[in-house]
């Protein structure tokens, strides 16, 4: 059952994520219009990197987990990716 899971973090989530995530965010800057597709190479290898991170993540948590350090790999993609993210609704803020 894990291995499901860890499949659907990883194909769903993660991109559902960072549509919820980018959007959000740039909806909080009213001096310009967010596009959000296409994604840029370095964010769309921070999806990817987010997918395996969840992958991870899900893979190796047991659902009763007691401990926070199996969410390590997640939370670590997760910090890249809105590292990413922000820079991307940057640049684009720029142009």
Known sequence: MALREAIIAALIGAPI???????GAAQKMTSFD?????LTRVRLASVALLSVGAFITFFITDPPEDRLWPMLPVFTTMALHCWVAIADIRRQRRL
């Open 17 to 23: 994520y960072d549509w919820v995530i980018v959007n």
């Open 34 to 38: 967010y596009r959000y597709w296409p």
